[in-house]
Each structure stands twice: as C-alpha cells, then as structure tokens.
C-alpha cells in the first residue's frame, strides 16, 4: 500500500483479512472475531474500550485500522429524540459523498424495546421522484457494502436497534449486490432477523424477481403510490412505461418464492394521489393479493412543490381500503421539528 492510500476501515475489511491483519499487528487469529463482534454487536467504537485485547494490540489497531471509514457531519436530534446523522464518507474527485442514516427510538422514553434505523444505500438517487428531495441532484455513486454496514454501527452506538428499514437516500435493488452483502452481516453478527428487516424499492420487475431467488433475510416492500398509470409514470419518472400489474406481478412472484407477504407503500401527496377514488382503485388492484398498505402522509419541503394531505383525506383513503378488504396502516413521520423528510438533510449541508 502506498502511503499516500488510506488504510482501510475494520468493516470494509473481510474477516479473513482481519484476521491477518491482527496477526500482523502482534494479535492472535481469534482476535479478529472479538472485534467485529464488540464493533457489530455492541456497537463500541474504539478499540481502547476492548478490554479483552491485549493493550498492545489495542494501541497498535487504534494506531493502523480506523473502524468507520466515514465522518459524522451533521447530528440533529429531535424533541421525540429521533437523530438524523449526516455522514459524509471518503470525497472521491471532489464529488459529494453524503448520506443520511436515521436512528427512531420507541415512542415511549421508558421502553425498552429497541430503536428503528432508517439506512441509505446510494449517494444520491437515479430514480428521481419529483416528491423526494434525495432525487433532485441525480446519482453520485452507489454505497460499498462496508459504507452500509456503517450506518448500522453508528447506528447500533446510538442505542440498541430492533428493526431497519433500507427506506432512505437511493434505491437498494439499483445497487443489489452491496445490500445483500451489507444486509447478510447485518442479520448474522448484528442480529437483526428478516422480519425485522425491510427493503423498500419503487419495483423494478427484473430486479424484484432476481432479489427473491437470492435468499433475501428482509420482508419486501414495494412503493407503488397510485393506482393509474399515467400517475405513476410522473411520480416515478424513471420507470415511465412500467405498468403497474407487471410490477404487483412481480410482487406476486416474491410471494411465492419467499413465502412473505409484499408491503405496498403510498406517499399521499395533498391534492395529487389522496382522493377516496385512488384508494378504490388501488383497492381493486390489491384485492386478490396477499398484501397490505402502508400509507405515509407527505412530509412538506421548502424545495418541494407538493403538499402534505389533510388527516382526514388521510384516513378517508385507509378506511376505503379497509372497506374492499385490504389492510393499511398509516405511518406519519417521526422527528419533523428542527429536522426534515429523507434527504433533506443532505441538501441543507452543500
Ligand atoms: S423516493 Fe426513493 S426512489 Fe424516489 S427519488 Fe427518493 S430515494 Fe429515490
């Protein structure tokens, strides 16, 4: 390695090339194992606080392998204590590297159940949906599995997590193979079974399809927004020309071939997708399916030119679906003061 190249980080280092890395270092092989499991499973984040290693090693590590390959360049945290970090991981040819990771605790301060954290898989997004601030600067470049993983871990140090959601800057089946590799460290040393996981993705048919043969350990969720064509072709420019029973088609082979349910999502933008006659005809799309609906109001943007839905537009469109006998569940947005909807953050901080 020359010096002028960084050393790589602990987590885009495979096991193996720790271990010998650690030997290297004066440590044994197993070592290496102690480590991944005090930074994936505890969320330590420096190696002075691995008492079970030697101190030699300790100072030896702190001294050659960084653990996190990013930087923390924005915390905000909200008065329903919900911390958005902003990391900015390594500028490669001056271009922006910045994502979002956000870390929701349970509702109630005393609980003790675990926090939700929402992770980002791309710098930036190609899909481009004109009610999302992640798309509006187009696509930098696709995370590295370890970039993935981090958020998990700086995650994972905020608190302990029950659950995730690949629901924040990008599109996670555009970038298949660093999810897979990041999700599959995630369930096996951070603990987090596939039940606990969701991937949401606007539903590439070819792509949803070849995720589904993989043996994904996460539940599916699909963001269709509307039931009309047309609609969907503004709201999701870059799968214009996709009709929407080729991708619920899709969904129903994901079904079929992982045995677990699909979760279509709606974004109710005010105005635009929110009327009653939507929720009929998504409605009689989902019908015969084995699905439910998870409705998320619109959270308002400066940048944005769409609006948020009236509560009882919102639960206007619930109560029709539950009526043609499909399940839907509403989900407002945690941590709106002082912070803001996904990717928002990002474009504050250039
Ligand atoms: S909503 Fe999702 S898919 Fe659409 S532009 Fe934003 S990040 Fe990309």
Same mark, same amino acid.
């Given at each position: %390695?020359?010096? !002028?190249?960084?050393?790589?980080?602990?987590?885009?280092?495979?096991?193996?090339?720790?271990?010998?890395?650690?030997?290297?270092?004066?440590?044994?092989?197993?070592? #290496?194992?102690?480590?991944?499991?005090?930074?994936?499973?505890?969320?330590?984040?420096?190696?002075?606080?691995?008492?079970? *290693?030697?101190?030699? =090693?300790?100072?030896? *590590?702190?001294?050659?392998?960084?653990?996190?390959?990013?930087v923390?360049?924005?915390?905000?945290?909200?008065?329903?204590?919900?911390?958005?970090?902003?990391?900015e991981f390594t500028r490669e040819a001056g271009q922006d590297a910045l994502?979002?990771?956000?870390?929701?605790?349970?509702?109630?301060?005393?609980?003790?159940?675990?926090?939700?954290?929402?992770?980002?898989?791309?710098?930036?997004?190609?899909?481009?949906?004109?009610?999302? !601030?992640?798309?509006? !600067?187009?696509?930098t470049?696709?995370? &590295?599995?370890?970039?993935?993983?981090?958020?998990?871990?700086?995650?994972? !140090?905020?608190?302990?997590? #029950?659950?995730?959601?690949?629901?924040?800057?990008?599109?996670?089946?555009?970038?298949?193979? /660093?999810?897979?590799?990041?999700?599959?460290?995630?369930? +096996?040393?951070?603990?987090?079974?596939?039940?606990?996981?969701?991937?949401?993705?606007?539903?590439?048919?070819?792509?949803?399809?070849? &995720?589904?043969?993989?043996?994904?350990?996460?539940?599916?969720?699909?963001?269709?927004?509307?039931?009309?064509? +047309?609609?969907?072709?503004?709201?999701?420019? /870059? %799968?214009?020309?996709?009709?929407?029973? +080729?991708?619920? &088609?899709?969904?129903?082979?994901?079904?079929?071939?992982?045995?677990?349910?699909?979760?279509?999502?709606?974004? =109710?933008?005010?105005?635009?997708?929110?009327?009653?006659?939507?929720?009929?005809?998504?409605?009689?799309?989902?019908?015969?399916?084995?699905?439910?609906?998870?409705?998320?109001?619109?959270?308002?943007?400066?940048?944005?030119?769409?609006?948020?839905?009236?509560?009882?537009?919102?639960?206007?469109?619930?109560?029709? =679906?539950?009526?043609?006998?499909?399940? #839907?569940?509403?989900?407002?947005?945690?941590?709106? +003061?002082?912070?803001?909807?996904?990717?928002? *953050?990002?474009?504050?901080?250039?």
């Amino acid at each position: %390695m020359s010096s !002028a190249e960084p050393a790589k980080s602990l987590l885009a280092l495979e096991p193996e090339e720790l271990a010998e890395r650690v030997v290297q270092l004066g440590g044994r092989p197993f070592h #290496a194992r102690v480590i991944r499991r005090e930074v994936l499973a505890r969320g330590t984040l420096d190696y002075g606080s691995m008492t079970s *290693l030697p101190v030699g =090693l300790r100072e030896a *590590l702190t001294a050659e392998v960084p653990i996190l390959a990013g930087v923390e360049a924005d915390r905000t945290v909200a008065r329903d204590r919900t911390v958005k970090l902003l990391i900015e991981f390594t500028r490669e040819a001056g271009q922006d590297a910045l994502v979002e990771t956000v870390h929701i605790p349970p509702r109630k301060p005393d609980s003790k159940k675990g926090a939700t954290l929402c992770v980002s898989t791309q710098v930036g997004c190609p899909v481009a949906c004109p009610f999302c !601030a992640s798309g509006l !600067a187009g696509l930098t470049r696709n995370l &590295a599995a370890h970039e993935i993983v981090e958020q998990y871990v700086r995650g994972r !140090a905020i608190g302990p997590l #029950a659950r995730s959601v690949v629901m924040g800057i990008g599109e996670p089946l555009l970038n298949w193979e /660093s999810v897979k590799r990041a999700l599959d460290v995630v369930h +096996d040393e951070m603990q987090l079974g596939a039940r606990k996981m969701t991937v949401s993705t606007v539903g590439f048919p070819d792509r949803v399809r070849r &995720a589904a043969r993989d043996r994904p350990r996460f539940q599916l969720a699909i963001s269709l927004h509307t039931p009309d064509d +047309d609609q969907r072709d503004e709201l999701v420019p /870059s %799968m214009a020309g996709t009709p929407i029973e +080729d991708i619920l &088609a899709a969904g129903d082979d994901w079904f079929r071939e992982t045995g677990r349910e699909v979760t279509y999502e709606v974004v =109710l933008l005010g105005g635009v997708n929110d009327s009653a006659g939507h929720a009929q005809r998504l409605a009689a799309r989902l019908r015969s399916r084995r699905a439910t609906v998870n409705l998320i109001p619109f959270n308002p943007s400066p940048d944005i030119p769409y609006h948020r839905p009236t509560p009882a537009a919102v639960e206007t469109y619930r109560s029709t =679906l539950e009526e043609h006998g499909v399940v #839907a569940t509403v989900r407002w947005s945690r941590g709106l +003061d002082g912070t803001a909807a996904c990717g928002q *953050l990002r474009i504050r901080a250039r």
